[in-house]
């Protein structure tokens, strides 16, 4: 409309309506269609097994009612759903703590002294390979089970990326940005603050962002050690015994919504934020 | 002298392929107080290197570097460089880009505003880098590089990826600051005519490896007519030149004639 308005007064700008530029910008009918297609084919794979095996398969009205019940505080696996979230939450919220100092501090060591880089990249490398899986036994050896040896798990799982984000965006930095800092008489500190850290931020909050989804992913895996009965990858695992799918389909929808609440709410707008400060949004 | 290549040779040595590269070999410069130097040659023969040198980013693999009669070891205010590559951070406003470079510790602002000012961007103060033309930006680099009180002004190809039209307008504008501030300059450009109308000293480099091949001295006052019949002859001795050093590299001819615009 505004287009066609446009082209027939021969004008040389125009804008949008607003509900029309947030209906564009924000891409909410795209979401919307992308959040069908999924229902669409777990739906199909519901029918499909029930019909050929003859399985309980939760379609998704049935978990979308179980969900709201366990809103509504029913138990979901000997806990409300609530309390296993909460559970989750902490495990994850510590071991990513951790891994933040730890990763942060290695990937700024390891950006800024090339032969430490060389030498001990080798072995971020090594533990990025290691699937979530694979860390069980390694840290039940060094923890035992319990609590230690899920943040643990959690912690392992979301350094590498944190590392290497990090120590990649250092490494990346124009050489003539450092060039400029060494001829203003910039010292070593300067460089590093003024320079070096803003120029990576963007990588760094990239290294941030993947570390959680990391260290959230891994849950599943790490509560498989913890000695309580209590979080949603305990309660995912629950049903191999309890024969509850629902219930664990409800935990996988939680799980599903608070990973892609965090990333999407907390991340984006984070990332947006910084890259209007350092004014890369308009990089040419 | 204000700045020497004694018998300066540069090797890049390439780890992965265990190649060595003679960027410069045994090159003698003198950089005389309050000239306009210009090092021409074509692409590859050195001319980055040279500069590289001068400013302290680099260090010669044999011979020395000399600046005020001490060897260079690194970079210093005393020396400022415009890039040929964008340069400003694009998280700095144009004033704080400026200001990072301003050496004084009271009324950097003040003093910031002043060399934005020399340059006719006071009224972009705040703005971002971002938001400025390709000739706008380089403005804002030799404000920021003059901002750091330097003695020699060392500046790689620094318009070469501008329009003619306003190449010619900053070339001017350089030219000016150079006068007033009366400054030394080492200003690399591929483009004959530009050096031409800028320099005191015109100074031919040579690839493979990258040598000096010749100088010449301008006398002419600015501004300068190219269309001059000296000024005519000697821009076909130094295409002539450049030709003549460019086909005995094995380059083809053809290349080269675009290089006078
Ligand atoms: N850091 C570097 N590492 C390896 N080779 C380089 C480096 N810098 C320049 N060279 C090489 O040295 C030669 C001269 O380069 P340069 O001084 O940039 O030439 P110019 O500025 O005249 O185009 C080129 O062959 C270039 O590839
Ligand atoms: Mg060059």
Known sequence: MAVATALDTGQAQFVFRPETTRLMAKGTWNAFLGIMVVVFIWWFVAEAMMFLRGVPFPTPPETMSAFWQAIMGADVHGESIFAHANASLQRWGQGYLIALVLGLALGLAFGTMPRLHDVGMISVYVFQMIPGLAWIPIAMLIFGLGETATVFIIVMTAIPPLVINTAGGIREVPAVYTRVARMSGKDDSALFMKVLLPAASLSIINGMRIGLANGWRVLIAAEMVVGVALGLGFSIYQSRYSLDFTASFVSIMAICIIGLTIEKLLFVSMENRVRNRLGLDRED | ?261
Not at chain 2, 47 to 69: I, M, Q, W
Not at chain 2, 81 to 107: C, D, T
Not at chain 2, 132 to 161: C, N, T, W, Y
Request: net charge negative.
């Open chain 2, 1 to 261: 002298m204000l700045a020497s290549l004694r018998n300066v040779s540069k090797v890049f040595t390439d780890p992965r392929n265990g190649r060595g590269l003679v960027a410069l070999n045994g090159i003698d410069l003198d950089v005389k107080e309050g000239e306009f130097l210009c090092l021409i040659g074509s692409s590859g023969c050195g001319k980055s290197t040279t500069l590289n040198l001068l400013a302290g980013f680099e260090s010669p693999t044999r011979g020395d570097v000399l600046f005020k009669g001490k060897k260079v070891i690194g970079p210093s205010p005393e020396r400022g460089v415009v890039f040929q590559e964008p340069s400003l951070y694009p998280w700095m406003s144009v004033l704080q880009n400026v200001m990072f470079s301003v050496q004084e510790k009271n009324g950097r602002e003040s003093l910031a505003m002043e060399y934005l000012k020399m340059v006719g961007l006071d009224g972009f103060a705040n703005s971002r880098p971002s938001d400025l033309s390709g000739g706008m930006k380089q403005r804002v680099a030799i404000a920021r590089a003059l901002a750091m009180g330097p003695d020699l002004l060392l500046m790689d190809e620094p318009f070469g990826s501008l329009d003619e039209q306003t190449r010619r307008k900053l070339d001017n504008d350089v030219l000016r600051l150079w006068k007033e501030g009366s400054k030394t300059v080492v200003f690399v450009t591929h483009n004959i005519d530009e050096a031409l109308m800028l320099g005191t000293r015109v100074v031919l480099m040579s690839a493979s490896p990258g040598r000096i091949e010749r100088e010449w001295v301008l006398d002419a006052d600015w501004p300068r007519d190219l269309s001059s019949p000296s000024m005519m002859s000697l821009r076909e001795e130094i295409i002539g030149m450049l030709q003549a050093c460019a086909c005995a590299n094995g380059a083809a001819p053809v290349q080269l004639l675009t290089i006078g615009d």
